[in-house]
């Protein structure tokens, strides 16, 4: 029998062992967002596929045929915006999700103890699911289309992580501010609607001119989404700049995300 300890303050690591032991919550809440998501769908989890499919057929042909804009490597352009969303996806969900986390699971979080990190780590989880989906679709395409990935390709769960790190990072932040302003629950989608199209997804980063790459590497997610891409396309160059900022921007977010969601945890209940 297991014995569970609610320590005020959670101030020693009785909490962290508790996020291990409540592991299978987590799998829980996964399956249960995947569930209610697709829930009473005729094609179910082909949402996550159709989704990326109609973004990429649009942006292919803005950027793409009316821009004229040059693709990474030698690869397809429509093979480089399709990387380019997958990862995209990923980070603006977990964004979305977390920073809700409070709200959207108020009721059970009022009702039953666990450690609260649980319901962000089962939300990212599910959308790791929609996104190995849209990849396992990307990568028959281009096996259709003969365009074969190179052996780096086997990096690609490296770069998956590194973008759910940076996107729960940020959602773990904003939503200890979501539980008090509501405001910004409108701002976050709008926001990475805009962010879309100031991170290299649908075009290649050589396409910024070179007195400016600097200060558009400064974008958090530009590092993430170059990494994805470059695990894909055969010979594209590794932005090894925009990476290193990437990285610095999660070693920043993360304890500050954890500190200030641990802080907002004890007092949520009285807001919402």
Not at 64 to 83: I, Q, R, T
Not at 184 to 194: D, E, G, W
Not at 248 to 264: D, M, N, Q, S
Request: charged residues 15%.
């Amino acid at each position: 029998m297991r014995k569970t300890v609610i320590e005020p303050n959670g101030r020693n690591f009785q909490y962290w062992k508790d996020i291990w032991n409540y592991r299978e919550l987590a799998l829980n809440f996964a399956k249960r967002d995947v569930t209610v998501r697709y829930k009473q769908t005729r094609i179910g989890l082909g949402w996550a596929v159709i989704a990326p499919i109609i973004n990429v057929f649009v942006m292919t042909f803005i950027f793409g045929n009316l821009a004229g804009l040059e693709s990474d490597g030698n690869a397809p352009y429509f093979v480089m915006v399709y990387a380019g969303t997958i990862p995209w996806g990923l980070f603006s969900k977990a964004i979305t999700s977390v920073s809700s986390t409070f709200i959207t699971n108020a009721d059970i979080m009022k009702k039953v103890y666990f450690p609260r990190l649980i319901s962000p780590i089962g939300t990212s989880i599910a959308h790791v699911i929609d996104s190995l989906v849209a990849l396992s679709i990307l990568l028959i395409m281009m096996l259709i289309m003969g365009y074969f990935p190179s052996v780096k390709f086997l990096l690609f769960p490296v770069f998956f992580l590194i973008c759910l790190l940076l996107g729960s990072s940020l959602g773990l932040f904003l939503s200890s501010f979501n539980v008090k302003w509501r405001d910004l629950s409108q701002i976050i989608p709008f926001a990475i609607s805009v962010g879309q199209y100031l991170t290299p997804v649908a075009y290649s980063i050589d396409s910024i001119p070179e007195n400016f790459r600097l200060i558009y590497s400064l974008n958090p997610a530009t590092g993430a989404i170059n990494a994805f891409k470059w695990c894909l396309i055969k010979d594209m160059p590794f932005d090894w700049t925009s990476f290193i900022i990437t990285i610095v921007w999660i070693i920043f977010l993360f304890p500050i995300g954890i500190y200030f969601f641990r802080k907002t945890e004890r007092t949520f209940v009285d807001i919402v």
